[in-house]
């Protein structure tokens, strides 16, 4: 009898393991493509994107976190505001290669995890890609120090838990191809917001200033740095996603 119990519990696992892990087949073209002018749509005009920034803020503090974590500095807190702007707060030494990735993560993230799921998406592991990101915001929701952050990557993570769990392999299909458009096109927005800024006279405590003064190299290339990080990804992830 255990026996048969440890073998229906094996194949349960290696059941779930198949849903979560496997290949699924690529969607048609069409919808490729409209979910790509979805994701345009919701990142171009100015009042759809003051909303949908928030995802973007939720990705790019938790960049700076994930990269603190990983150079070891100690992780105090996330803070998102409904502002769309952000606090991420690590302890450790002021300077050094950890400070300036931490700090160079931020603008990095988005189009960065747009590409990694660009990447998933066309090997065909749709479900997987729902469940990392779910994985990662949950993870996140640990970090959150404010109730507006808090409420916003729950209902996030939720949305991305009932697709993966509840959708029907279609549903799952168009939300993941139409959130990796998004964090492709999304990513190259705010680099261009942040130059805007500065070239007003603003936002001086940014982080291609930060990363400035930590490494002495002018804010400028920085910046120009975010540029090419997110418009790289958005070729080479696109690429990917239109190819499938």
Same mark, same amino acid.
Do not use: M, Q
């Given at each position: 009898m255990a026996i048969g119990i440890e073998t229906a519990a094996d194949a349960g696992l290696t059941d779930l393991w198949d849903r979560v892990f496997g290949t699924q087949a690529a969607p048609e073209q069409w919808l490729v493509i409209a979910t790509g002018l979805v994701a345009l749509a919701v990142v171009g005009p100015h009042g759809i994107w003051r909303l949908a920034r928030n995802?973007?803020?939720?990705? +790019?503090e938790g960049? +700076?976190?994930l990269v603190a974590l990983l150079t070891g500095r100690r992780l105090d807190g996330i803070r998102l505001h409904s502002d769309t702007s952000g606090l991420t707060v690590s302890r450790? $030494?002021?300077t050094g290669l950890g400070m300036i990735l931490t700090a160079a993560a931020g603008y990095t993230a988005p189009p960065l995890l747009g590409l990694g799921g660009a990447a998933l998406l066309a090997s065909g592991r749709i479900t997987a890609f729902l469940w990392i990101a779910t994985a990662l915001l949950v993870v996140m929701l640990v970090m959150i120090r404010n109730a507006y952050g808090a409420l916003t990557v729950i209902l996030t993570g939720g949305t991305f838990l009932l697709v993966s769990w509840l959708a029907n392999t279609d549903v799952q299909a168009a939300? =993941?191809?139409a959130v990796v458009w998004f964090l492709l096109l999304g990513g190259v927005r705010p680099a261009f917001e942040l130059q805007s800024k500065r $070239? $007003?006279?603003?936002a001086g405590d940014s982080d291609a200033d930060q990363l400035s003064r930590l490494t002495h190299v002018? =804010?400028?290339l920085w910046l120009f740095l975010f540029h090419a990080v997110s418009l790289?990804?958005?070729m080479g992830g696109g690429r990917w996603l239109v190819d499938v």
């Open positions: 995802a973007i803020t939720i990705a +790019h960049g +700076h976190g450790g $030494r002021p939300f =993941a191809y $070239r $007003r006279g603003g002018p =804010a400028g790289c990804s958005l």
